[in-house]
């Protein structure tokens, strides 16, 4: 196990970290979208959806515990790539591990990453421990236990300043995501002059339509609903 541990470490091997789990959360996004886009369509929509979820429940929880794993590795890996980064760059403040990149050719996403990626971290904190806390472990409304998960949301959403966090949060979410992506290709060698401006593009579209579709989502019920039920 030696070696792969040495592998792991090793400058390419924590990019390669990187990459792979960054292009998990990618997935996971656009399936985590896509399933609160039934949101829209009102509470029996979005409540049928989470219920159909209870059903395969084991399998869901082992998901989670990879995701977990995923966003555990991902983060660490991020920190250390970037705390190298700090000691080779004399101590700048931003960090950026994208391959073949100067300062002068890096942009705004990528010089940015660690603060993106740490704003992206608390609110991921806030997110489950509202949500998730109450959609699984205990909901002082009863909402839960009853299956009427699409008011818990409703009721979220209504207070101004967990909406305004939302937005924020999933705004510089896309940032992230607008280098990440592009980043993790790089990783895997896709930088050829013919095809990368391509998958930059591509990354960039992902990354708007990540940020403006989670955020469409406090927006909406923010003003639509207001907090009422
Ligand atoms: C703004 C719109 C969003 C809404 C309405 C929303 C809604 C939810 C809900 C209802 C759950 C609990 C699901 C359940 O346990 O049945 C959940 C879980 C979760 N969310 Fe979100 N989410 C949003 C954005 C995000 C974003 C931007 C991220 C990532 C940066 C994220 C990451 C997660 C994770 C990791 C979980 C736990 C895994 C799971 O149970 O599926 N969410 N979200």
Known sequence: M???????????????????TGIFLIIFLIVHLIGNITLFFGPDAFNGYVSTLDVVKPLIRV????????????IFNGLRLWLENKKTQGGKFFGKYRVNASSENSSF????????GSIVFI?????????FWRFNVHDPQGYADTHQYFFIVSELFGIWWYS???VIAVLLLG???NHGFQSAFQTFGWN?????????????????????GFASMPVYFFFFYGGNL
Do not use: C, D
């Open 63 to 74: 998901i989670e515990v990879v995701l977990l794993a995923v966003f555990i590795f991902h």
């Open 2 to 20: 030696g070696w792969l541990w040495e592998s792991l470490n090793s400058s390419i091997g924590k990019k390669i970290v990187m990459a792979v």
């Open 192 to 212: 050829n002059k013919k095809y990368f401006p391509l998958i930059q593009k591509f990354g960039t579209v992902y990354a708007i339509i990540m940020a403006l």
């Open 109 to 116: 996403s990528s010089r940015t990453m660690i603060i993106s």
């Open 164 to 166: 305004a966090l939302y």
């Open 175 to 177: 940032f992230h995501l």
């Open 123 to 131: 609110f991921l904190v806030l997110h489950l421990g509202t949500f």
